[in-house]
């Protein structure tokens, strides 16, 4: 099941691109050399998915999002892609409510006439800067740093706070525990306790990513209100006054219709984000780290992941996800080596990969990724240039 499509062209890193639209996957991963452009894409898909909620929920209106200044000064700033648009950029996406395009230098928006039920995200970005958070305690003093892991700072300081028990990692029995008298995070096992801001580095990288993502799954479980001012309490309330009013429609119809005004009220899936989850970490816990990231994007069948990442590992841990999944066979058996909740349909997984500016699709054999990618290319050619010096000793 597709979660929109994206086309991209002439834009910061990205210069052909992917031939035509671009489909966004449940699970859609973006490999490369760094600064090939993955994080490129992974933003403008957070920034045209928080577009598409503001516009859905009422807080903004079309005709102020289809001016152009403000969504390349505002909107784009607050991953600070503002300076990657060139005087031939064209950016299209295919939301499930709106369409959004970019060329000429002018930005637009389109309604769609598709009857089709909108479910309020929770969307989270986790950048790759995500390290530095675990070293702050109080959020007041970080206004400098980009938006978005201000953003993902502020998430971070409520889950630590709000989720008010122990965080299991998926490493060693490691736990996560806040004090709140104390304003100390803990990084603790039946061995050790130290600070978090004093412990390895692949912990402050893995705390933040999969604290928060623990978080937004206890938002959407308990039906969390997605209204957070009067001005969408009162567009919704008239919508729902408007097909109360309507008498050309029929009870079916209305009952429909107010469902759907309903399901704006609270948040029902997660659109997580997530740059390099391998960073800083040994093979065996980015494995740990990326089936707890499907585990949450198997939580809710709306739920969409977005990788970017450069380990060869994460795409070889998602073949063993897939195969799980497709094995029927001594079930108690495959669970465990990949946890049933972490298993994956390889329908529902995309790989792109990109270089020199283009984007290309993995190809798969059987529903699952192909050898043949880039991250394993780099690891063969290692291979081969160490077996030249050992024909060299010869």
Not at 127 to 155: G, K, Q, W
Not at 177 to 187: G, P
Not at 327 to 338: A, F, G, L, P, R
Request: with cysteine; proline share 4%; net charge negative.
């Amino acid at each position: 099941m597709r979660q929109g499509e994206i086309y991209i062209k002439h834009f910061g890193p990205i210069d052909k691109g992917y031939e035509g639209y671009m489909p966004i996957y449940p699970i859609t991963m973006f490999c490369g050399n760094q600064g090939s452009g993955k994080s490129t894409v992974a933003k403008l898909i957070s920034t045209f998915n928080w577009l598409e909620k503001a516009l859905v929920r009422g807080d903004e209106s079309i005709n102020k999002r289809t001016n152009t200044a403000k969504f390349l000064k505002h909107h784009c700033t607050f991953h600070r892609i503002h300076n990657y648009f060139k005087e031939d950029t064209e950016l299209h996406y295919r939301g499930i409510k709106y369409d959004f395009h970019y060329k000429n230098e002018t930005f637009s928006v389109e309604e769609k006439n598709e009857d089709v039920e909108y479910l309020m995200p929770k969307i989270i970005y986790v950048p790759a800067e995500r390290n530095f958070l675990t070293c702050i305690e109080h959020p007041e003093i970080l206004r400098e740093i980009p938006d978005s892991l201000y953003s993902m700072f502020v998430e971070y300081d409520k889950a630590r706070k709000e989720l008010n028990r122990d965080f299991v990692l998926p490493i060693d029995n490691l736990v996560f525990q806040y004090d709140k008298l104390k304003d100390i995070s803990w990084l603790k096992n039946d061995k050790f306790k130290v600070k978090v801001s004093e412990a390895a580095s692949g912990f402050q990288s893995m705390i933040p990513m999969l604290l928060v993502t623990k978080y937004m799954l206890y938002i959407i479980d308990n039906r969390q209100s997605a209204i957070t001012n009067a001005k969408q309490s009162q567009m919704i309330e008239k919508r729902i006054n408007q097909i109360l009013a309507d008498d050309t429609i029929s009870e079916e119809t209305r009952k429909i219709l107010l469902s759907k005004q309903s399901s704006l009220l609270k948040y029902s899936r997660l659109i997580n984000i997530v740059e390099e989850p391998e960073q800083n970490l040994y093979p065996l816990a980015q494995r740990e780290v990326l089936y707890k990231l499907f585990e949450a994007r198997n939580f809710a069948n709306d739920n969409l992941l977005v990788i970017t990442t450069h380990s060869p590992y994460l795409i070889d841990y998602t073949t063993l996800a897939i195969k799980a999944y497709n094995t029927q066979n001594n079930k108690e058996d495959v669970q465990k080596i990949v946890p049933e909740k972490s298993q994956i349909n390889g329908e529902d997984v995309c790989i792109y990969q990109i270089e020199n500016g283009r984007i290309e699709r993995l190809k798969t054999f059987e529903g699952m990724p192909s050898d043949s990618n880039l991250l394993n290319q780099e690891l063969c050619a290692t291979n081969e240039s160490f077996a030249q010096l050992l024909e060299f000793e010869d």
